[in-house]
Nanobody, 122 residues
Framework: QLQLVESGGGLVQPGGSLRLSCIASGFSSDYYAMGWFRQAPGKEREEVSCISSIGDNTNYVDSVKGRFTISRDNAKSTVYLQMNNLKPEDTAVYYC???????????????WGQGTLVTVSS
């Protein structure tokens, strides 16, 4: 059974950095794109970034371009999100998700972990 466990969130000041991790277990995530989503209080969940199965293609929502970097280590079944120059508007619970294809599309499995909370505040 597919399980996703996110970690690495915390409280950080504006301009600071965090690195999120997501470990996938229960299936071979190597063959699928992986994505990061976030949900801020009172807002809908939004896709932040995606990485293809072998990491040769990535994409980002405009609001994080140049600040966030997605990567993956298939040997560890782990996907990362390096977040730099964090802003208060990045405050949200961050989730990872498994795509339904090897490439980035907007189609993901409806399996979610508990998420990890990122709070950007002075």
């Amino acid at each position: 059974q597919l399980q996703l466990v996110e970690s690495g969130g915390g409280l950080v000041q504006p301009g600071g950095s965090l690195r999120l991790s997501c470990i996938a277990s229960g299936f071979s995530s190597d063959y699928y794109a992986m994505g990061w989503f976030r949900q801020a209080p009172g807002k809908e969940r939004e896709e932040v970034s995606c990485i293809s199965s072998i990491g040769d293609n990535t994409n980002y929502v405009d609001s994080v371009k140049g600040r966030f970097t997605i990567s993956r280590d298939n040997a560890k079944s782990t996907v990362y999100l390096q977040m730099n120059n964090l802003k208060p508007e990045d405050t949200a619970v961050y989730y990872c998700a498994v795509g339904k294809s090897y490439r980035c599309t907007e189609d993901y499995l409806e399996v979610w972990g508990q998420g990890t909370l990122v709070t950007v505040s002075s």
